[in-house]
């Protein structure tokens, strides 16, 4: 083969290889990493932010005092006209990668059950504490064991008492003198004999004496040394003040007896319960004295103060007790079942950011766009809570991941104000950055005193330093090539070895 042809073999192979390059799909189309890159480098950044301080900005590119690149803030990172300050977007696979989760805020019919330990007590209203009426002398206790079970009308002791003795013969008195008078001609006295009888009659009966002691008394026409006291009710003897032989006044308590076929139960309610619960609501009681057993009751009463030790109300509730097996001071487990209900619209607990000084939720606005917004809360139940204002029926909030989208929202919204304050107004129509780079890192040090600093090994290449009071600085070994010095104070300065 001459060179000729060899040549244009070459020349040929050359430009079949170059075309077949230059049409190949792979020049045709970038990949979706250089489409990227060249969308990036075709965007305009407004200015570049501190990564750690959002106020902290640069007009073009710098470091901050750790190091870190400053970021790139473009017009489009912004929220749009219509969206509020603080609106955070975040790609799909930022969001899964996070672990957001969302749920509709719905209406719902919100009740609760409270739960609380209870104390079982006596009923106030069936409790008697008995004293003598008159003055005397205990002859003898038919019933002397606490605790023991007494009956309706069952005689409790005898008791002599002078004055009782007296009003027994007056009694007699009367009755004599009324049957010799019943047949006087005279109406008036047969009216005061009448008279006479029923005010002695009604002496006894304040007396507290019992009726078949009083008809003994008529029938024997005898006065009877000792005279009873009488139990007024079925129940048990709590207490007794007094012993046989001696001597009591109306002051002394010989008996306290209590009815036990109605018992109190005492529960503390906290503050934030107490919206739910109101008089008649029913409630089931526990024991683990009696396992497998359920008392019902009610709510008969809410007290009207707050106990400031356990930051409690006190709420009162009654239950029936037959067979007695509720004893007082028994501690039990009481569910009362609210009987308020109300319709409102509820969302997840979990999804509200508790500040302390307001709430918060974050409502999605759209795929990946996410907003901050106040709530006014009411009342919970259920893990749900109810929300008064804010958030309306069938919107979408953030249940999960909040903090972050949080954090990243407060940046945004800085960064927002941050633009608006930079917009030309006409009050200040070529507004400046506040602060710069230069200002905040250290690489700008005009006007700074260095008195006494020991600089020893520091690169100073390039950096401009007028105006600055360098008195009294070791600036051993310091390379400071590049320095723009005019105007600098160095007296007493100790440069050897370096200073070049």
């Known amino acids: ?282 409630a089931h009681m526990r024991l683990a004295s009696l396992p497998g057993e359920t008392f019902t009751g009610k709510i008969t009463y809410i007290y009207p103060y707050l106990e400031a030790k356990t930051r409690t109300i006190k709420v009162r509730l009654e239950f029936k007790n037959p067979g007695m097996k509720l004893k007082p001071d028994m501690f039990a487990d009481v569910n009362i079942h609210a009987s308020k209900q109300v319709d409102a619209v509820v969302i997840p607990s979990e999804a509200v950011l508790r500040t302390g000084s307001r709430n918060a939720v974050f409502v999605v606005r759209g795929p990946g766009r996410y907003e901050p917004r106040d709530v006014k809360l009411g009342i919970s139940s259920e893990g749900l809570v109810q929300i008064l204002s804010g958030v309306k029926e069938g919107e979408e909030v953030v249940t999960s991941a909040q903090f972050l989208i949080d954090s990243e929202s407060k940046l945004r919204e800085a960064a927002a104000k941050m633009m608006d304050a930079k917009k030309p107004t006409a009050a200040n129509p070529r507004p400046s950055m506040e602060k710069s780079a230069k200002d905040t890192d250290g690489t700008g040090m005009k006007g700074m005193d260095m008195k006494g600093m020991d600089m020893k090994g520091m690169d100073m290449k390039g950096m401009d330093m007028k105006g600055m009071d360098m008195k009294g600085m070791d600036m051993k070994g310091m390379d400071m090539k590049g320095m723009d010095m005019k105007g600098m104070d160095m007296k007493g300065m100790d440069m050897k070895e370096g200073g070049k």
């Open 1 to 282: 083969m001459n060179k000729k042809t060899l040549g244009i073999v070459m020349i040929t192979l050359v430009l079949g290889v170059g075309g077949g390059y230059w049409l190949s799909p792979q020049k045709q189309s970038a990949t979706p990493d250089q489409q990227s890159a060249k969308s990036e480098s075709e965007r305009k950044p407004l200015f570049y932010r501190n990564p750690m301080n959002p106020e902290v900005t640069s007009p073009v590119p710098a470091k901050d005092n750790m190091g870190m690149d400053y970021i790139a803030v473009y017009a489009d990172d912004g929220q749009s006209a219509n969206e509020p300050a603080g609106t955070v977007r975040i790609d799909p696979v930022t969001v899964q990668n996070i672990g957001v989760r969302t749920a509709l805020a719905v209406r719902k019919t919100l009740t609760r059950d409270v739960q609380s330990v209870g104390r079982v007590d006596y009923d106030e209203k069936l409790i008697t504490r008995l004293h003598p009426k008159t003055e005397g002398w205990i002859g003898k206790l038919r019933v002397d064991e606490t605790g023991e079970p007494v009956k309706k009308g069952e005689i409790l002791l005898s008791i002599y008492s002078p004055q009782l003795v007296s009003s027994q013969e007056e009694y007699l008195l009367a009755l004599n003198n009324m049957k010799t008078l019943e047949n006087s001609p005279f109406p008036d006295i047969r009216r005061g004999a009448a008279d006479l009888l029923r005010s002695t009659r009604e002496r006894l009966d304040l007396l507290d004496v019992p009726e078949h002691q009083i008809k003994a008394l008529e029938k024997t026409r005898k006065v009877m040394k000792f005279l009873h006291i009488h139990s007024p009710f079925d129940g048990i003897v709590v207490n007794i003040g007094a012993r046989d032989g001696q001597y009591v006044t109306p002051q002394n308590e010989i008996y306290m007896i209590a009815d036990l076929s109605n018992v109190w139960t005492y529960v503390d309610v906290y503050e934030y319960e107490l919206p739910w619960i109101k008089v008649g609501d029913e």
